[in-house]
């Protein structure tokens, strides 16, 4: 296996820590989003589409979609599990992955990318070769949609260790990278949000975050 990375970016860490946690190590090849590798042909010829990360296989599959990867490794590296032991606890975990993904994730990149005066990326609304010019309004929506999201967060752990109950989980690693992509359109945890806060401090420390 092969797994094209760029450290700095927000879903390439994902898939990292999903597989730190798993124990594995797949040899990585590190792509320069900032410097514009991703849109060249050469990564194209890996993904048209120009996003990170891509998985690769030995025998050439590739998937391009980083909860694609998660899911594919956990089939074949069940333990431990991170997406879930029985139907329902997968389904739970699917549930909440996908508001973390929507509401953090996605969230961040529209207010960091729909900032018209930010000029490194102003000129992308979307990743990859699909860019189209920032949109104010998404801007505005990212920042209101956060809001929501450190809102639900701070719920969700009122009364749990971790996200979806005392065993971390795909849904602790999405939110992770969200609040720290969140910190690049200037938006941090709300003071109050004690639950969030704490459970924050903890998951940061164990050694895949760094990964
Ligand atoms: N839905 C994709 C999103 C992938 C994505 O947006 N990747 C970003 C890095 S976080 C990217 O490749 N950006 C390239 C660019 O900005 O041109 C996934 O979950 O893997």
């Known amino acids: 296996m092969k797994f094209y990375d760029c450290s700095i970016a927000p879903n390439p860490r994902r898939a990292r820590i999903f597989i730190a946690e798993k124990g594995l190590e797949i040899p990585k090849v590190e792509i320069d989003i900032v410097g514009g590798e991703n849109l060249k042909d050469k990564f194209l010829s890996v993904n048209p589409r ?31 599990p991170l997406l879930g032991t029985t139907p329902v606890e997968r389904a739970q975990i699917e549930c909440l992955q996908r508001k973390m ?5 996605i969230a961040s990149s529209e ?27 998404l801007m505005e929506r990212g920042y209101k949609t ?17 996200i ?15 609040i720290d992509f969140a910190k690049w359109a200037e938006v941090e945890i709300p003071k109050e949000n004690t639950n969030t806060l704490r459970w924050y401090d903890e998951v940061s420390a164990r050694p895949s975050a760094q990964a």
Do not use: Q
């Open 146 to 162: 956060l809001d929501l999201f450190f809102h639900w967060l701070e719920h969700y752990l009122k009364d749990s260790k971790f």
């Open 101 to 105: 993904e929507f509401d953090g994730m």
């Open 111 to 137: 207010a960091f990318r729909n900032n018209t005066k930010n000029e490194s990326f102003s000129y992308r609304s979307l990743p990859g070769v699909d860019g189209i010019p920032a949109i104010d309004g």
């Open 164 to 178: 979806t109950g005392e065993r971390f989980t795909m849904v602790d690693i999405t939110a992770l990278c969200a």
């Open 50 to 80: 120009g996003l990170l990360p891509v998985l690769e296989l030995d025998d050439g599959t590739r998937f391009d979609e980083t909860m694609a990867i998660c899911k594919y490794l956990e089939d074949i590296y069940p333990e431990p």
